[in-house]
């Protein structure tokens, strides 16, 4: 016996908006500020990493610090 209904289409803005916020439990909004808010600190840390490539004595642990944050953050949503 076959099974005669169609596959589930997903409209585009499900597929690249909806589907994966939905994976973490987060509505798109709730996800997008995670993500902004993730981005941010990944900025500073990039930037503290660069100021102690030029100044090795300035910013020795802030990277790290938060990167650590950061993985902190991500595990515990999963």
Do not use: K, N
């Amino acid at each position: 016996m076959t099974d005669l209904t169609p596959p589930t289409r997903r409209s585009l803005a499900d597929r690249w908006f909806l589907s994966h916020p939905a994976t973490v439990g987060e509505t798109y909004f709730q996800h997008m500020r995670f993500a902004a808010t993730f981005c941010f600190w990944l900025t500073v840390a990039a930037g503290a990493a660069l100021i102690h490539a030029v100044v090795p004595a300035l910013c020795e642990t802030t990277a790290s610090r938060i990167l650590r944050r950061l993985v902190a953050r991500m595990d515990a949503r999963h």
